[in-house]
């Protein structure tokens, strides 16, 4: 369901705090074991050695490394911020000294009357000379956001006592009396919520305000282009910076995808909390459109390489999906938002593919690699300047030059309670189904299962308020969940959320969903995917990599009529099983590329395993939607 089936109301369901949880999920616990003990400490070293951190006073261990972007506070915020919440959940010293250093180099360098950039505090006559480029006000969002949650889950207000003279910087600056101007890359807005959320700062949201309101309508962009300030040809599509028309006209998702949907992000929380339908029937129509006609079968965004950017209805080429880690992110805050306005199954849904595929591909086993962008088809020999994927050497790295993406997807991960997870006054809805205890608004519950790889999941209620309601959330994928009440098989219900009433101490639920391999057809609208299909298993989408197969990817054809069974669980695949299947493969022509006869078949076996596992065996080809026939 969309804008039309759901109207905007006021938020009145608020995330739990990930603290809340103690999870103790089989699938996730270790990923998250890996990234309190060695993807934060990793991502700090690389912080240091890439120069991020000795703008701030904190020498790089390899000098030869360290570079410079105008936008590394970004960085550095989002891996702060991820900090605040790991050491909210498991204290760690050594992380702690690290963050509080980081803090103390942005105390550091703050100009006397508050600006805090820590590029442009070294050339302050540089600063506000760009805006439609040079991330200032996105990268002090972030700062914003970090301080929220050091404030909020450490109690520590260093940073945020930063950032509130940063505020009063630019009220004087951007507010009603200053320059009319908006930032290139949307991200304050969110921020600026978040900061009036926390300490009721009346500024805070009426700045949001302007700078939501500004865009489309100022034209701040093309006056500094006028001045000949521009440094760049991105200015040249408004739709790339959400300029070209404003907010509440906006009728689809265009252009930069994780600015787009950062945006949509910052002015729902501003349409919920001051009750502005028109604005929130945009973002209606945004999520709508990047979800119903722009969205990649593994929950990624951003279809086009160019701009990292949407681009038209069903243009889902699965040979040149772009699909920025970001972008998947940005979209689970959105529908993180969207929850806030009370149970929907498609923000669900979204909010539980977009996290297991298109943002968990993004981060390996280890830790410590990481993709930017999430193909869903890669073959080693291709023309990296055409396709944009070269096979040769592809995979994970360790680091990039733009890192938003890693500091990104460890405060998404280090959070995850609180997506999982929402209340409104008496009644909890879940989102994610966790295994771990969850202690939130009066409800105490033990949760156990293997929701992920088995798809069942035993609920014991320890503690409910009295007439409370428990929302849970039955997947999309699953078109026959059984939910089990106290030994009762409860009638058949279909996805959505089943709200379950008269639930009390000692009352056991079971949720047993169907974890069969599917077939996945795409809208026949979606041309570029016609005679094709994706597998899947519960929340995970599949692919095939040729480490598994002897006969090229681009060869294999899955018959409708084959059968899909799953083999043994793979310990290098964290446990999860493969789809197995018996399939039919092109025997290569010996003449031209052309010919009059079509290529004649040979029986072949199909192996798929899941996406976000995918190019942990080596590199080598890979295929998300692979040719069908009857």
Known sequence: MGAEDHPMTRAAWTPVAHTAWTISD???????????????????????????????????????????????????????????????????????????????????????????????????????????????????????????????????????????????????????????????????????????????????????????????????????????????????????????????????????????????????????????????????????????RRMHVTGGVGSSAHRESFSSDWDLDPFRAYNETCASIALMMLAQR?????????????????????????????????????????????????????????????????????????????????????????ELALHLLLAGDLAAGGWQLALDGDWVRGGRLQVQVLAAPAGGKLHLRLPGWSAGTRVIRDGAELPHTEPGYLRLEGLQAGSRLEVIAEMAPRRIHADPRAEALTGRVALGVGPLIYCLESCDHTHGLEALQLPEAAALSLGEPDPVLAGCRPILAAALALKPGKGGPYGSQRQPLEPARLTAVPYCLWNHRGPGAMRVWVRGSN
């Open 338 to 426: 969207l929850l806030a306005e009370g149970p929907r199954a498609d923000a669900g849904d979204i909010l539980e593919l977009a996290l297991h595929n298109g943002v968990l591909a993004g981060w390996s086993l280890d830790g410590n690699h990481y993709l930017y962008a999430n193909p869903l088809a890669v073959d080693p020999g291709w023309d990296g300047k055409t396709k944009h994927w070269n096979g040769r050497a592809w995979g994970r790295e360790g680091w990039f030059g733009c890192a938003c993406c890693p500091p990104n997807l460890a405060r998404t991960v280090a959070q995850l309670g609180s997506y999982a997870a929402s209340t409104s006054g008496d």
């Open 26 to 292: 089989p699938f996730w616990a270790p990923r998250r074991a890996t990234l309190f003990a060695t993807t934060l400490a990793s991502q700090h070293t690389q912080l240091r050695e890439s120069g991020r951190l000795s703008r701030l006073g904190i020498m790089p261990a390899d000098p030869a490394r360290a570079g410079s972007h105008i936008f590394y506070d970004s960085d550095t915020a989002k891996w702060l911020e991820a900090a605040a919440y790991a050491l909210a959940e498991r204290p760690q010293a050594q992380l702690r000294a690290d963050a509080e250093a980081v803090i103390a180099g942005f105390e550091r360098i703050q100009l006397p009357d508050g600006y805090l950039n820590s590029h442009f505090c070294a050339i302050p006559e540089q600063r506000w000379s760009n805006l439609e480029h040079d991330h200032e006000l996105y990268c002090l969002g972030h700062l914003i956001e970090a301080a929220v949650a050091w404030q909020a889950h450490l109690g520590c207000g260093r940073l945020l006592a930063c950032c509130r003279r940063a505020l009063d910087h630019v009220w004087r600056r951007f507010g009603p009396a200053g320059e009319p101007a908006y930032c290139g890359h949307p991200e304050i807005e969110l921020a600026l919520m978040r900061l009036w959320r926390l300490t009721g700062d009346e500024r805070a949201r009426r700045l949001c305000r302007l700078f939501v309101d500004r865009r489309g309508r100022a034209g701040w962009f093309a006056r500094e282009r006028a001045r000949g300030q521009a440094r760049s040809d991105w200015g040249r599509d408004p739709d790339e910076f959400q300029d070209a028309r404003p907010l509440a006209d906006e009728r689809h998702a265009v252009g930069h995808a994780v600015r787009c949907l950062y945006l949509a992000c910052g002015a729902l929380d501003l349409a919920q909390d001051e009750d502005d339908a028109p604005l929130a029937a945009a973002i209606g129509r945004i999520w709508d459109s990047a979800t119903r």
